[in-house]
C-alpha cells in the first residue's frame, strides 16, 4: 500500500491543530495505512509563530511555547523529513506522485487564517492527476467563499476524489460554490477518531481537588462575565488555560506543552469553553462541560453547535448569560450521550477508511 500524506495546520501555537493532526495520523496509522504528515510551513504561519510579541516577558514565555510545542510534533508527529515553506516546493516533490493525500482538519479552507486569500496548498492543487485527494473534516470556520472566487474554488474542489466537511455550514458552503456540482458529507474532527491519548498525556500539573477548567479563543467582556459566573456557582478554584490571561483564575497555565494541557484538560471538573476542540475534548474525556457562544464571529457556532446537535446536548450551548442556570451544570448522562457519539464517530471512521480504500 502506498503511503497517505496529510497536510494541516500544524507548526501552529494552536493546541487543536497540532493535537488533530496527531490523532487523525495516529488514527490511520492503527489501521495500517501509513501516513505521514506534511510539515508545511508557509510564511504567513512562520511569522506569526515565531515574531516577538509586546514585551520582553511576553515574548519569552512565547519562545517557551515554541519550544514545547517543538518537542510535542517531534515526539508525536510522523512529520516528513522535508520542509516546504510553499507550494512550488510542494508541486516539486509530488510532481510524479500516485499516492494519496488528506487535506484537513482544522479550518484549511478559511482565508481569513491564510493571509486573505485561499492557499491552494491546503486544496491539494500541487498533486498531479495521477494522486488521490480526499478531504476530511475540513472546515471554514465563519469565512463564507468569496463570490469572486468562484470560478478558482469551483475547479479546486471538483478535483477532489471525496469531501467530507467538518460542519454543516461548510456543507452548505460547498454546495453553493460549485452549484451543487461537487457532494460532501459532515464528519467529525479528527480529534474524535482516537480515544485513547495515553502515550501523550501529562498529568504534572493536575490538582489533587476537584477544579473548573476555562478554555477560550475569544476574550470578551461578556466571556469573562460567563466564567466569572460558573465559577461563583460551583465555587470551584479556576485554571485558565485559555489564550488570555483570567485574573480571577488560581492558575493559568497560557504556555503549556500540548500533553500538559490535555492533561489538565482530562480531570477538569466542569469545563468552560467557546472553542470547538475544548468542546470536543469535553467529549472525549466525558467531562461535564458548558459552551458559551461567541461575541464576535458567530458563525463559529455552527462547528459547536453542529456537533452538539447531533448528540441531543445542544442545551449545553448557552448564547446569553442570562440563560446560564443551575441545570445547565449538572452532570452530562454519558450513559445517553455515548451511544450516539459512537455512532458518528463509527460513521465518520467508515466514511474516512472508505474513500481512502476507493482511492488507493
Known amino acids: 500500500m502506498k503511503k497517505t500524506y496529510i497536510i494541516t495546520f500544524q507548526h501552529v501555537l494552536n493546541y487543536g491543530a497540532v493535537l488533530q493532526a496527531y490523532a487523525l495520523a495516529k488514527f490511520l496509522n492503527e489501521n495500517e495505512i501509513e501516513t505521514e504528515v506534511l510539515d508545511y510551513r508557509p510564511s504567513y504561519f512562520v511569522y506569526q509563530t515565531y515574531r516577538p510579541r509586546k514585551g520582553l516577558g511576553k515574548t519569552y514565555n512565547k519562545f517557551l511555547k515554541n519550544i514545547r510545542f517543538y518537542k510535542f510534533r517531534r515526539n508525536f508527529l510522523p512529520l516528513t523529513k522535508k520542509i516546504f515553506f510553499n507550494t512550488n516546493a510542494l508541486k516539486s516533490f509530488f510532481k510524479t506522485s500516485s499516492g494519496t493525500f488528506i487535506c484537513g482538519s482544522d479550518q484549511v479552507w478559511n482565508s481569513q487564517l491564510t493571509k486573505g486569500k485561499l492557499d491552494t496548498g491546503y486544496f491539494l492543487d500541487f498533486l498531479p492527476k495521477t494522486a488521490k485527494k480526499v478531504a476530511y473534516a475540513a472546515s471554514m470556520g465563519n469565512s463564507a467563499f468569496k463570490e469572486s472566487d468562484r470560478s478558482e474554488t469551483k475547479r479546486l474542489l471538483k478535483n477532489f476524489n471525496t469531501i467530507l466537511v467538518r460542519e454543516d455550514f461548510a456543507q452548505d458552503q460547498v454546495s453553493k460554490i460549485t452549484n451543487n456540482e461537487c457532494a460532501s458529507e459532515i464528519v467529525v474532527d479528527p480529534t474524535l477518531l482516537i480515544q485513547d491519548y495515553s502515550e501523550v498525556l501529562d498529568f504534572s500539573l493536575v490538582p489533587d481537588h476537584p477544579y473548573l477548567v476555562s478554555y477560550l479563543t475569544e476574550d470578551s467582556k461578556p466571556v469573562r462575565e460567563y466564567i466569572n459566573k460558573i465559577k461563583e456557582m460551583t465555587g470551584l478554584p479556576l485554571i485558565n488555560l485559555g489564550h488570555h490571561e483570567i485574573k480571577e483564575a488560581d492558575k493559568n497555565y497560557l504556555y503549556e506543552s500540548p500533553s500538559k494541557w490535555l492533561g489538565v484538560f482530562s480531570k477538569a471538573t466542569i469545563v468552560c469553553t467557546n472553542s470547538f476542540h475544548g468542546n470536543a475534548y469535553s467529549l472525549i474525556f466525558k467531562r461535564n462541560f458548558t459552551v458559551f457562544t461567541r461575541v464576535t464571529k458567530k458563525q463559529l457556532n455552527r462547528r459547536q453547535l453542529t456537533l452538539l446537535e447531533r448528540l441531543g446536548i445542544e442545551d449545553r450551548f448557552i448564547s446569553?448569560?442570562?440563560?446560564?442556570?443551575?441545570?445547565?451544570?449538572?452532570?452530562?448522562?454519558?450513559?445517553?450521550?455515548?451511544?450516539?457519539?459512537?455512532?458518528?464517530?463509527?460513521?465518520?471512521?467508515?466514511?474516512?477508511?472508505?474513500?481512502?480504500?476507493?482511492?488507493?
Not at 320 to 346: C, T
Open 320 to 360: 446569553r448569560i442570562e440563560d446560564l442556570k443551575d441545570l445547565h451544570l449538572e452532570p452530562i448522562n454519558y450513559n445517553k450521550v455515548s451511544p450516539k457519539y459512537n455512532d458518528l464517530v463509527n460513521l465518520s471512521k467508515r466514511k474516512l477508511l472508505n474513500a481512502l480504500r476507493e482511492n488507493i
